[in-house]
């Protein structure tokens, strides 16, 4: 007689949202696996799809224990300056050859593992949010491991991100190079949301998706700017206000 | 913003990048980069390569530069790690893990770059 197994579910994105799962057992991994490649092919248009063929294929050459689709790809939040993610565990795929939108991350099984354990929201993100596209056991164990020691991203180690990221597009903003001053803001905000949300219990998603996340953490001018950085081309001051109201935050 | 506009740019944020080389070599790597991405923006403009407000794009148009013969080398690897490293300092650690790669090459490959933007712009 075989056991019925509830399939996997995408955790909570709060503090003890992937504790409530079981930890997983094989078949509620390959039920993960399956619903992660699902999801992976619903999110991707053909193009993408053919360059994440190509990022497999290279990952299995170099026999990776594990690859990852990650960002808003996987959450299926695209925007028109998202790049395409992946985080492979193993060896590091050469993408000679293949589009330059891609943004490979790779590390070996142990740091992988012991980056959860020091509280790195990246890894934390790929284990709980990425779509999975191969697993050699790598992730399922890493799975059980924050389960079971119930693992959270540490928000000092954001903050100091978030701080320097600040800093950093204040300077630029005196620059007058609006491209540059753009981007690197929405970078230091990013930061300061995910640190702001890590800190408050809630695990932030995808870049496009924070905005709304912060609402609901009481954070409403943090979210008004961040969107403002993604789906506008705000007059300089405006980004400038918005960067003191980080700084103002993050030193309080 | 014009070609040399740009350029005055790169100008600028590769001299912050020069300034850093004995200060904080972090701070080094995100001026560099800013400092190429302007320049590739002013050269990519003049060939009438778009760019979008998009890294990839930059990579893509640095390598077109060095076929089209703007460019004497492919500046392309070099975006692409600068580009890494940049978010490396950001979101991976504290500390510059530099890997083999010299900064202080880094802003003397860019900084080459800039003079050729500036004498295609003046």
Same mark, same amino acid.
Request: proline content about 4%.
């Given at each position: #007689?075989?056991?019925?197994?509830?399939?996997?579910?995408?955790?909570?994105?709060?503090?003890?949202?992937?504790?409530?799962?079981?930890?997983?057992?094989?078949?509620?991994?390959?039920? =993960?696996?399956?619903?992660?490649?699902?999801?992976?092919?619903? /999110?991707?248009?053909?193009?993408?799809?053919?360059?994440?063929?190509?990022?497999?294929?290279?990952?299995?050459?170099? =026999?990776?224990?594990?690859?990852?689709?990650?960002?808003?790809?996987? =959450?299926?939040?695209?925007?028109?300056?998202?790049?395409?993610?992946?985080? %492979?565990?193993?060896?590091?795929?050469?993408?000679?050859?293949?589009?330059?939108?891609?943004?490979?991350?790779?590390?070996?099984?142990?740091?992988?593992?012991?980056?959860?354990?020091?509280?790195?929201?990246?890894?934390?993100?790929?284990?709980?949010?990425?779509?999975?596209?191969?697993?050699?056991? %790598?992730?399922?164990?890493?799975?059980?491991?924050?389960?079971?020691?119930?693992?959270?991203?540490?928000?000092?180690?954001?903050?100091?991100?978030?701080?320097?990221?600040?800093?950093?597009?204040?300077?630029?903003?005196?620059?007058?190079?609006?491209?540059?001053?753009?981007?690197?803001?929405?970078?230091?905000?990013?930061?300061?949301?995910?640190?702001?949300?890590?800190?408050?219990?809630?695990?932030?998603?995808?870049?496009?998706?924070?905005?709304?996340?912060?609402?609901?953490?009481?954070?409403?001018?943090?979210?008004?700017?961040?969107?403002?950085?993604?789906? =506008?081309?705000?007059?300089?001051?405006?980004?400038?206000?918005?960067?003191?109201?980080?700084?103002?935050?993050?030193?309080? | #913003?014009?070609?040399?506009?740009?350029?005055?740019?790169?100008?600028?944020?590769?001299?912050?990048?020069?300034?850093?080389?004995?200060?904080?070599?972090?701070?080094?790597?995100?001026?560099?980069?800013?400092?190429?991405?302007?320049?590739?923006?002013?050269?990519?403009?003049?060939?009438?390569?778009?760019?979008?407000?998009?890294?990839?794009?930059?990579?893509?148009?640095?390598?077109?530069?060095?076929?089209?013969?703007?460019?004497?080398?492919?500046?392309?690897?070099?975006?692409?790690?600068? /580009?890494?490293?940049?978010?490396?300092?950001?979101?991976?650690?504290?500390?510059?893990?530099?890997?083999?790669?010299?900064?202080?090459?880094? %802003?003397?490959?860019?900084?080459?770059?800039?003079?050729?933007?500036?004498?295609?712009?003046?």
């Amino acid at each position: #007689m075989s056991t019925l197994v509830e399939p996997w579910c995408q955790p909570a994105p709060t503090r003890s949202g992937l504790t409530e799962l079981h930890p997983p057992g094989s078949e509620l991994w390959e039920s =993960r696996l399956s619903l992660d490649r699902k999801r992976a092919v619903e /999110n991707q248009t053909a193009s993408l799809l053919e360059i994440t063929s190509a990022v497999e294929a290279r990952s299995h050459e170099l =026999r990776a224990a594990a690859l990852v689709l990650t960002g808003s790809t996987a =959450r299926n939040r695209r925007t028109q300056i998202s790049d395409l993610d992946y985080h %492979v565990i193993g060896g590091r795929p050469d993408t000679e050859g293949l589009s330059s939108e891609i943004d490979l991350y790779s590390d070996e099984p142990d740091a992988f593992l012991a980056k959860l354990f020091k509280g790195d929201d990246f890894a934390h993100w790929t284990l709980r949010y990425g779509c999975i596209l191969f697993d050699t056991g %790598v992730l399922r164990q890493a799975a059980a491991a924050a389960i079971e020691h119930d693992l959270w991203p540490d928000p000092e180690r954001k903050l100091r991100q978030a701080r320097r990221s600040v800093e950093f597009a204040q300077k630029l903003a005196t620059t007058g190079d609006y491209g540059a001053v753009l981007e690197f803001s929405r970078g230091a905000l990013s930061l300061t949301a995910r640190w702001w949300l890590i800190s408050h219990d809630v695990f932030p998603l995808a870049r496009d998706e924070l905005a709304e996340q912060l609402v609901e953490t009481g954070q409403p001018g943090l979210a008004k700017s961040l969107e403002g950085t993604i789906h =506008r081309r705000p007059a300089a001051a405006e980004i400038s206000s918005w960067l003191s109201g980080a700084w103002e935050l993050i030193q309080a | #913003m014009s070609p040399k506009a740009k350029v005055e740019i790169a100008r600028e944020h590769l001299a912050k990048a020069q300034e850093e080389l004995n200060g904080d070599l972090r701070d080094a790597v995100q001026w560099i980069f800013a400092s190429l991405e302007a320049a590739i923006d002013a050269l990519a403009a003049e060939e009438r390569i778009p760019i979008d407000q998009q890294h990839w794009k930059r990579t893509d148009a640095a390598k077109e530069l060095h076929e089209k013969g703007i460019l004497p080398s492919d500046l392309s690897t070099l975006h692409r790690e600068l /580009n890494f490293l940049r978010k490396a300092i950001f979101y991976d650690g504290e500390e510059l893990e530099e890997d083999g790669f010299s900064v202080e090459d880094a %802003v003397a490959e860019v900084e080459a770059v800039v003079e050729i933007a500036s004498e295609r712009a003046s």
